[in-house]
Structure formats: structure tokens, C-alpha cells
């Protein structure tokens, strides 16, 4: 079954021909780890265990170890993540207060190493 391209916060989107984009693997990869860390604990009614919320370090001092350990916790249940090698995770404060955060995974699906940062271009 194919999968709609769909960024986590964002909208649908078109392909060439007009009928609804489809993800390619490592973009359905990265569609699910921005889900899964963004998504609040409890949100999701049928895993309640889903999601790190990483939203709630929004304006928080201090956060960048308790928000690693959450993404890291969170990355290892997530499938299309491969668990050898483990995903390496930097997370820096900046200023004023802001985090920033890197992932480095294995993509279970292609073999492929990716790097995902948050957060991303906007």
C-alpha cells in the first residue's frame, strides 16, 4: 500500500498529474520520525506510548538532555528506524533558549543513512 506525502503540520500535496503525491521510502521514513517526535504523549488514542512531544520544550530552560533522551527513547521504537547502528542524537541550547536537535539514523527501508535537524528550513 502506498502512503500519502504528507509533513507532519502541513498539507497534502499534488503530484505531476494532479491526483495526490505518494512518499518515496526515505521521505516516509522521514515523515515518521518527524511524527513520532512531534506528536504529544497520549494524542494518539490507539498507542498512548506514541510521541515524544518535543513541543513541550517550546521556551523551557534547561530541556536539551530530557528532550534527547525522549527522541532517543522514541526513535527506537519507531520500525523504519534501523537499530544497528543506533541513531546518534546532538541536541544544542542556543539563544535565547532555544534548542536545536540532530539525528542521525539508519533508514530501515533503504539502508541509507540520513540526518534529519531540527528544526528544519523554514
Known amino acids: 500500500m502506498a502512503d500519502l506525502a504528507l509533513t507532519f503540520g ?4 499534488f503530484g505531476n498529474e494532479g491526483d495526490l503525491a505518494l512518499a518515496g521510502a526515505a521521505a516516509l521514513t522521514e515523515q515518521r520520525v ?7 504523549p497520549g494524542g494518539y488514542l490507539w498507542q498512548l506510548s506514541y510521541g515524544a512531544g518535543l513541543g ?9 538532555a530530557s528532550a534527547g533522551a525522549l527522541a532517543r527513547a522514541q526513535l527506537r521504537r ?12 546532538t541536541v544544542s541550547q ?5 534548542l536545536t536537535m540532530t539525528i542521525a539514523y539508519q533508514d530501515a527501508a533503504t539502508g541509507r543513512a540520513r540526518v534529519l535537524a531540527l528544526p528544519g528550513p523554514v
Open 10 to 13: 502541513g498539507d497534502l500535496a
Open 34 to 40: 518527524l511524527r513520532r517526535l512531534l506528536t504529544n
Open 56 to 64: 513541550q520544550f517550546v521556551g523551557a530552560a534547561g530541556p536539551a
Open 78 to 89: 519507531e520500525a523504519r528506524v534501523a537499530s544497528a547502528p543506533p541513531p546518534q542524537i
Open 94 to 98: 542556543g539563544n535565547p533558549g532555544g
